[in-house]
């Protein structure tokens, strides 16, 4: 069986990435910075593609391994 850990799906800066989006988002809100509201967005963006492309490479290592 194969051992999982957050280093082999890159979860970990999927997970940070989508934190600190939120956190620039809210003070963006809070300070009605657009600048900070927009780079909030785009980093919690990134996170999500991020998580996407780790779960696609996840399932692509685990069919490799079936072969």
């Given at each position: 069986?194969?051992?999982?850990?957050?280093?082999?799906?890159?979860?970990?800066?999927?997970?940070?990435?989508?934190?600190?989006?939120?956190?620039?988002?809210?003070?963006?809100?809070?300070?009605?910075?657009?600048?900070?509201?927009?780079?909030?967005?785009?980093d919690?963006?990134?996170?999500?593609?991020?998580?996407?492309?780790?779960?696609?490479?996840?399932?692509?290592?685990?069919?490799?391994?079936?072969?």
């Amino acid at each position: 069986m194969r051992e999982h850990n957050i280093a082999d799906t890159g979860g970990g800066t999927a997970n940070a990435d989508e934190a600190i989006g939120r956190v620039k988002r809210a003070a963006g809100e809070l300070t009605d910075d657009d600048k900070l509201k927009r780079e909030g967005t785009v980093d919690k963006a990134a996170g999500a593609a991020k998580r996407t492309v780790d779960k696609a490479a996840e399932k692509a290592k685990d069919a490799l391994d079936k072969t």
